[in-house]
């Protein structure tokens, strides 16, 4: 049986500005002022993180464990989610959320704490220091950073299969969810003749199984620090995705993986199609093909373009769903949306790309590109392409040209200022929230599956929360109406 | 109606759906190009002066 794809997507936002152009401080004054401006600052607890466990078992020669940075600005915030610095970018880390049409009410959650952030600096900072924050994944200059979404998957599944099966989705799904990019940026796009890419991020790709995720990235990121039970799940942390600003494409992207994984876990990998011989060049090769006809070999010489693997697994899903349903992943209504809109998107790239401009980032940016160019008669490079590329993530609603294009909402502004206060509660987010709102001066320190208080007396107490589909309002609602202080909520939690 | 004539009227009829099947493209053709246009000018008032510049001093340093 397939378990509750719980799912998140986490973002380092690209920051310019602020004092001496210094990332790192103009990232910390960002994080800062938001948490100022809210009630409370609760510190992160790094007890439980462990992002140099392999899901191989073993540590690959010359791979090196992430690094934790505790010195840097890190809180938690009422709707239960993490607003950090991560190396020198912003990050915002979405509350664990139970289906893709959630997380993606929370990725949106999430431009708008950026947003609120960088007004609430701003304020403070002189005009020539004034902080700006891109919903991007790089500098043009062969500087990435990332948006890794995160799935709950069952523990069952051997890693192997894991690798087997979503490797075809994780080189192709670009065509439909891609945010696109102006021209190249690495050595490994060199020799191909494009000014226009599909996906920004895929060029940063160089191995297929690993354990980095800022040197040598995998498709597959091998990091095994499930922040739950891992007896009885893994955490399957997926770093080659793009900063969509379209929420449709942030559903496709999400529900088409949540289902995939589903039908994994229920079917196994031998329905899947099987994955290209050369991965790496795989996804590199769909990125910088805009034409969605170059086709690559699988191991028996059978070739497929990316749109020819999104198809196959649309029908694969498509199937699943028939014959499971798709609980684990949403409710019907919802996994028909899912379904639907796949479809739409993967004909609309090839047959009317105009049709799907108002989902699908990387058309939306290439028509004004292409548009701008030939109005202007500029060349493929030009810097005010560029910089219509760079501006098309900004997070400010003035200056976004996202904002412009017509992009199509799923949630009304309403929904998104309500998810940015409020967790989701339909997992343990619900009880951080809850935690986080209603006792900010008695929590010493909060993570993912775990809070620690201060109840005045006695040790510290730390209170798990290992099973990231408890915790919800369901189970815990009428736990927080009976204990209005902290002492008598972890007294009940102990009794 | 003689066959000729059947078939005559069957292709005019045709090529009547087609016509209008391409002023419809067309029609809507434009109206998308009339929408990119109004699109540029608004992207024109809002993009960063110096793209030269605004380009060049984005720069990041790696992350995840």
């Known amino acids: 049986m397939a378990i509750e794809k719980i799912l998140g997507i986490e973002t380092e936002y690209g920051v310019a500005g602020g004092p ?3 990332p790192t401080t103009a990232s910390s004054i960002i994080v800062n002022a938001y948490a100022q401006q809210g009630r409370t600052r609760i510190s992160w607890d790094f007890n439980d993180e462990s992002p140099g466990t392999d899901a191989r078992g073993v540590l690959g020669v010359g791979a090196l464990a992430p690094t934790i940075e505790t010195h840097l600005a890190n809180t938690v915030l009422t709707n239960a989610a993490r607003l950090y610095v991560d190396h020198a970018h912003p990050e915002y880390s979405s509350p664990e959320c139970a289906s893709p049409a959630q997380a993606t009410l929370y990725d949106q959650a999430g431009e708008e704490v950026m947003r609120r952030a960088q007004r609430a600096a701003n304020e403070t900072l002189p005009e020539e220091l004034k902080i700006k924050l891109y919903k991007n994944n790089s500098d043009g ?10 799935y709950l998957v069952a523990r069952q599944v051997e890693f192997a299969d894991v690798v087997r099966a979503m490797v075809p989705h994780f080189v192709s799904r670009q065509v439909i969810v891609g945010a696109g990019k102006v021209g190249s940026e690495t050595d490994g796009a060199r020799g191909f003749d494009h000014d226009f890419q599909l996906s920004a991020r895929a060029e940063f790709f160089e191995e297929v199984v690993g354990l980095e995720t800022t040197l040598k990235r995998p498709i597959i990121n091998t990091r095994d620090e499930p922040h739950s039970d891992a007896e009885r799940f893994r955490r399957l942390h997926v770093i080659c995705g793009d900063a969509n600003m ?9 529900g088409s993986t949540a289902l995939l994984l589903a039908a994994l876990e229920d079917d196994g990998p031998s329905r899947f199609p099987s994955p290209p011989a050369l991965p790496v060049r795989a996804i590199r090769e769909f990125s910088l093909d805009t034409t969605l006809r170059h086709a690559v070999a699988d191991e028996e010489g059978r070739t497929r ?9 649309w029908h694969l899903a498509q199937r699943y769903v028939e014959r499971h349903g798709g609980d684990a992943v949403a409710k019907a209504d919802e996994v028909r949306e899912i379904l639907n809109q796949w479809r739409e998107l ?12 108002d989902r699908v ?19 493929p490079y030009d810097a005010k392409l560029r910089a219509i590329d760079l501006q098309y993530h900004d997070v400010s609603r003035d200056k976004s040209l996202a904002q412009r294009v017509g992009l199509r909402e799923i949630f009304s502004d309403e929904q998104i200022r309500h998810a940015v206060v409020h967790a989701p509660e339909d997992t343990r987010a619900y009880f951080r929230g809850q935690c986080v709102t209603r006792f900010p001066d008695d929590i010493v320190s909060a993570n993912w599956d775990s809070i620690v208080f201060d109840v005045g007396h006695g040790p510290l107490q730390r209170i798990p929360m290992m099973d990231p589909a408890r915790g919800t309002r369901a189970l815990t609602g009428s736990l927080f109406e009976q204990n209005s202080t902290a002492v008598a909520l972890v007294a009940a939690l102990n009794g | 109606m003689t066959e000729q004539e059947r078939i005559q ?20 053709g434009e109206q998308l190009k009339g929408e990119l246009d109004d699109l540029l000018d608004e992207i024109d008032s809002v993009l960063e002066e110096n793209a030269e510049e605004f380009v060049r001093n984005y720069v990041q340093k790696g992350g995840q």
Do not use: M
């Open chain 1, 20 to 22: 001496d152009y210094d």
């Open chain 1, 141 to 150: 200059k062969g500087n990435s950073y990332g948006t890794h979404e995160n």
């Open chain 1, 246 to 254: 379209s929420p449709v494409a942030t559903f496709v992207k999400l």
């Open chain 1, 305 to 313: 373009s990316a749109w020819d693997y999104q198809d196959e697994l």
């Open chain 1, 346 to 357: 993967l004909d609309g790239v090839r047959d009317e790309p105009d049709a799907v401009a």
């Open chain 1, 361 to 379: 980032d990387w058309v939306a940016k290439r028509r004004i590109v292409e548009g701008y160019r030939s109005r202007y008669d500029l060349g």
């Open chain 2, 9 to 28: 009227k069957q292709r005019t009829e045709r090529t009547r759906e087609e016509s209008e099947d391409v002023s419809h493209v067309a029609k809507k």
